[in-house]
């Protein structure tokens, strides 16, 4: 039996991914394996769960370093006995990815990106890449002063982003200087300004192979949105544009592992322009996975060196809507992790 | 008048009126009338032939259903589902 670390428990109004990773694991008919959950805070609600994670670690948050990020890891895996991870979170990656010889010389599995291919696709760098592989995204710029944010009448409406999260309409001037203020408040320096392209949002969650092949991929629309434009309700798609567009951007960065991809259809020229990629399996990845295409459970077997058998069809008009539900948990518990920092749902009642 | 209908050869059409694009995810509803012009359409059926289906099926006259048939064509043509050509 292998022991899969994942992080990533939050399953809040803003999901992250890692609790629909450890459902699309969990639920493979072939699973006979253990998962540790790994988490940044006591009330991850994921991470409350005993009947999603074996156990829990608490980890040090990125701004630690690396060095206490390894220095954690060392002590989980002693416990623990890792057999792989999966880093779900963006902030978080740049550390996994430093450290993933040091994993691999310490017997734990991981299937990332390179420094390189991870920089290449952030946001800052969207338009060097869209220029050097041919295809189309908004033009960006950053503000990394808040004395000189030249955002013009003219250009109005624009996006104006985090590097790893937050994204906002500004219809005004007024506006932008508000969100580049907050968002820099929350997540620092720089601040990206992004034409704004009118048109539907598509996306793509994708597995590649590290050596330029797109080994599946799966597509999805929103439904309804939350307030801050995520999706709640979203519908699985089969689109030749976005899935070629994917396949061309994989391809292009040699991308191991999991990305996602989120492009604009533009209602002006009706083309993709390519607005994010996400370097991990999307929050919406359970959508994929009840379509019929079982993205974390190839992830699996690429980074475990099995040979793929899963299948790389699923169907396009499944629909997933989030909703709310209340987990029940006792203090003892919270305490523990807040305390120990780890808890092991085997050895409590 | 000529279509390009390849978007609509796609659609996943429902016996209750939910029309699906698998491409762009997008959900319409209709009515039996509008129903029946996309399973003609789908069906290669000639202009002519789906406005006397609509006559005989509801009881209709010519002008009036080739009217709500040119009306049903501008929505699909707006939504994208088909194209002048």
């Known amino acids: 039996m292998y022991n899969i670390a994942i992080t ?5 109004d803003t999901p992250a991914p890692g609790v629909p990773v450890i459902r699309c694991l969990t639920e493979h008919p072939d699973w006979a394996e253990s998962v540790c959950g790994m988490a940044y805070d006591a009330l991850e609600s ?62 734990i599995k991981t299937f990332l990106p390179s420094e390189e291919q991870f920089n290449r696709r952030s946001k800052v760098n969207l338009n060097k890449l869209a220029e050097d592989i041919g295809i189309n995204t908004p033009k960006t710029r950053l503000i990394t002063d808040p004395t000189h944010i030249d955002v013009r009448m ?7 982003k985090g590097l790893y999260y937050e994204a906002k309409i500004a219809y005004t001037l007024d506006e932008v200087r508000h969100h580049v203020y907050t968002i820099a ?26 050596k330029g092949n797109l080994l599946a991929v799966a597509g999805m629309k929103k439904l309804v949105f939350t307030d801050k434009g995520k999706g709640w309700a979203c519908i699985s798609i089969i689109n030749e544009g976005l899935n070629q567009l994917t396949e061309q951007i994989v391809s292009a960065l040699s991308w191991p592992g999991a ?39 190839l992830y699996l077997q690429l980074a475990l060196g099995r040979q793929v058998t899963e299948k790389l069809e699923y169907r396009s008009g499944v629909v997933f809507t989030n909703y709310t539900t209340n987990l029940i948990t006792d203090l003892d518990r919270i305490s523990t992790l807040f305390t120990e920092g780890e808890i092991n749902y085997a050895l409590t009642i | 008048m000529d279509f390009d209908n390849s978007t609509l050869k796609e659609l996943a059409i429902s016996e209750s009126g ?20 996309l399973d003609a359409l789908k069906n290669g059926k000639e202009l002519i032939e789906i406005r006397n289906m609509i006559v005989r099926q509801y009881d209709v006259d010519e002008q009036t259903s080739e009217r ?18």
């Open chain 1, 259 to 297: 990305l996602e991809v989120e492009a604009i259809k533009s209602k002006k020229d009706g083309k993709f322009y390519l607005i994010e990629l996400n370097p991990r399996f999307a929050a919406w990845i359970y959508l994929a996975k009840a379509a019929g295409i079982n993205l974390p459970y």
């Open chain 1, 8 to 12: 990533g428990l939050n399953a809040g």
């Open chain 1, 154 to 160: 003219d250009e109005l409406p624009v996006m104006v």
């Open chain 1, 185 to 210: 408040a929350m997540w620092g320096y720089p601040v990206l300004i992004q034409q704004f392209i009118e048109g539907e949002e598509y996306n793509a969650a994708a597995v590649g192979d590290g």
């Open chain 2, 68 to 85: 709500d048939m040119y009306d049903f064509f501008s929505q699909l043509n707006s939504s994208g589902v088909i194209k002048h050509v």
């Open chain 1, 46 to 107: 994921g991470a409350l769960d005993r009947n999603l994670v074996s156990s829990v670690y608490l980890l040090p948050y990125p701004k630690s370093g690396r060095e206490a990020l390894l220095e954690r890891l060392t002590y989980i895996h002693e416990v623990e006995h890792l057999d792989v991870i999966i880093p779900n979170l963006d902030a978080e990656l740049p550390n996994f990815i430093y450290l993933r010889d040091r994993l691999a010389d310490m017997g």
């Open chain 2, 18 to 37: 939910l029309i699906f694009d698998p491409a762009s995810g997008t959900i319409y509803t209709s009515n039996s009338v509008g129903l029946l012009i």
